[in-house]
């Protein structure tokens, strides 16, 4: 066996009415979306910053600033896209990831297959090692108003 490490990843997005919700890929139909920089998809946004960090290659932040115009709207499968290219030009392949989002609504949990296809084809893995849950805040919180979306994620890489 090569060298294998743990990633962990988190993003946090505030949610603002009539404005486009995006989630792995998919825009979701809801009143209010995830705003930010790219299109705020907080679950590639921690998935990206799980690959990053096991990978020792900082943070999205550091590659992606939201100084940056380049990533202006910008879809968040792209970045996920460079950062696949990060890891493999340092030897490192994906063994798994595991996503849990934090919302009240929508339910996302019918969409979850078609974000699991989107990361997979993107990052070059089987959508049999991209798991995505999620959980409502029990109405408690900024989460619980549906004022904004939390994600967290995990990944193994390892190097042969």
């Known amino acids: 066996m090569g060298k294998i490490r743990v990633g962990f990843g988190f993003d946090v997005h505030q949610l603002k009415e009539q404005h486009p919700f995006v989630l792995g890929g998919v825009n979701l139909d809801h009143h209010a979306g995830a705003f930010g920089h790219s299109d705020a998809d907080v679950l590639l946004h921690a998935i990206c ?46 063994n798994n990831i ?14 979850i297959p078609v974000m699991q296809a989107n990361i997979a084809e993107t ?3 089987d959508a049999d090692d991209i798991s995505i849950k999620a959980t409502t805040n029990e109405q408690l919180g900024f989460i619980g108003r549906e ?10 890489i390892e190097k042969h």
């Open 49 to 94: 910053d799980a690959l990053l960090g096991a990978a020792n290659l900082r943070d999205i932040g550091y590659h992606f600033s939201n100084k940056d115009d380049r990533w202006k709207g910008i879809s968040s499968l792209i970045l996920l896209q460079h950062v696949m290219k990060l890891l493999r030009e340092k030897g490192w392949e994906v």
């Open 98 to 111: 595991d996503a849990m989002v934090c919302l009240e609504a929508p339910k996302i949990n019918p969409h």
């Open 123 to 125: 990052a070059g893995i």
């Open 147 to 156: 004022e904004g979306i939390v994600a967290y994620a995990v990944c193994l």
